[in-house]
Each structure stands twice: as structure tokens, then as C-alpha cells.
């Protein structure tokens, strides 16, 4: 593989319905690098992988997520909302993977039996509603996994991701071995190429920040971070930065960018 990592940005996306597992896996037979996710954590302490805080979006459910338990979230459907969930032939009933609450125990169950290398980018929502909650049992179940320190040999890599440099600051201090992204939809003022908070050496800008300042991702590359840029979907913007040289590509079409990126 010569190029920038290909992400699934909440899987295959744009095809099936977001944090699903059958996004997941179409996204893994499209032959994308590694998967992306967002995770919370229910009334009762499960880390689930849902991006909104409500759950009108992207199930047949009302309210906010922390409100609920797994088991009421189990019994919701997360896949009818979107068009790609409907069965190819009516007479077939839908895949249960494309309707089912995906945990990330069982993302990474998912992708500890995909027999094959892959990156898992965790990003933790909220970091201060649950005040370091999210981070702490993300820790616990990485470590569970062995993920938080994995052997050479391992081929599952996870790298967590934020928003909120307390967040990254909660995440280093719990597991220093893992890398961690700090993600930026603006630039902020403190922010100095070569000096991101608390050991981060990977930048996450937006693509709308990168299409704004055309010198951000070759500053930040040579001040020695490496840069994944999300959510990357048009062929534009796919080409305006693999020629810009990014190390990671976050998208909700993974088939689409690696067939640009060649
Ligand atoms: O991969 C980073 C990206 O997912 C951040 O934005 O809102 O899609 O979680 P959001
Ligand atoms: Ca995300």
C-alpha cells in the first residue's frame, strides 16, 4: 500500500446505515485500512457506538442516550432510517446487522475475527458531559482486549480520538501507549505546529479547515505530526488531499477514496 489510510468514517456510511455492523464489515470487503467510531455511554455504563446525543436521528428511539439502558437500546431499531437497509429482495427479512445497536464489544469482537489487520479510531463523545467516564472505561475495555499496550505481531491497532484536548489529556494519563488524535474544526490560537497537547502526534482537521488554509497540512507535517483529515466524501476534496500527502483519509465512501488513492 503506497498513500494515506483509509478510514471508514462510522463504516461504509453512505452505503448502509451508520455504526452498524454491516456497515463495518462492507466496509472491511471494500478493503478499507481501518474503521471509525464514536462512543458513549448508556445510563448504565456501556459504551456504545452511536454519534448523536439524541437517538431521533438514526433509530426508531426518542430522547438522549444516556437516558437509557443497553437493553432498552437493544430493542430499537438503528437501520430502517436509512435507505441502504432495506432488503435487495422484499421477500427477504433485513439483515439484523444492519438494524442492531452496535457496542464496541461487539466492534471489537467484529474486528478481532476479521483475521486481518486493522485500525480502529475510537472517538470519545462527550468529554464533558460524562466528566472522563467514557475515557476511563474505554481504557478498561481496550485493556481487556489487550489493545492498550498490543504486541508487534497484533493486527489490531486502536488510536483514540477528540475534540477536547481534556479529553486526549485523560486518555494519555489512563493508557501513555496509546496514540491519540486531537481533532480541530477551527484552528485554535493556542495551537502551534509541532507542540500539540499532552504527546498527540496526530492532527485531525476538518476538511472544510483544510480546504481554508492550504498551508495548514504541510505545517503540520513538518513539525513532525502526522495528519487525518475527515469527513472526506467528494472526489475533490479526495484529490485535493492525497496531493497535499495526509496519512489518514476519514471517509464515509472508503471504495470511493481507494480507488483514488490507486
Ligand atoms: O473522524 C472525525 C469526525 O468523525 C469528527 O466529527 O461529528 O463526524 O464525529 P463527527
Ligand atoms: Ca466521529
Known sequence: MSGPLVFAHRGSSAALPEHTLAAYLRA???????LECDVRLTRDG????????????TSNGRGRVSTRTLAELDALDF?????????LDADEPVDPARTRLLTLERLLDAVREAGRPVRLLVETKHPTRYGGNVE??????????????PGPDDPVRVTVMSFSPLAVRRTRELAPALPTVLLLDTLPGWLRPGRLPFGTRIAG???????????LVPALRS????????????????????????????????????????
Open 136 to 149: 476511563r472505561r474505554l481504557v478498561e475495555m481496550l485493556r481487556r482486549y489487550g489493545l492498550t499496550e
Open 205 to 215: 482537521p476538518g476538511i472544510a479547515l483544510v480546504r481554508a488554509r492550504p498551508r
Open 46 to 57: 456501556h459504551l456504545v457506538c452511536v454519534h448523536d446525543r439524541r437517538l431521533d436521528r
Open 223 to 262: 513539525a513532525g505530526h502526522q495528519v487525518y483529515v475527515w469527513t472526506v466524501n467528494e472526489p475533490d476534496d479526495l484529490d485535493l488531499v492525497l496531493s497535499a500527502g495526509v496519512d489518514g483519509i476519514i471517509t464515509d465512501r472508503p471504495a470511493l477514496a481507494l480507488a483514488r488513492r490507486g
Open 79 to 87: 437501520g430502517s432510517w436509512h435507505p441502504g437497509c432495506g432488503p
Open 28 to 34: 472491511l470487503e471494500e478493503g478499507a485500512d481501518g
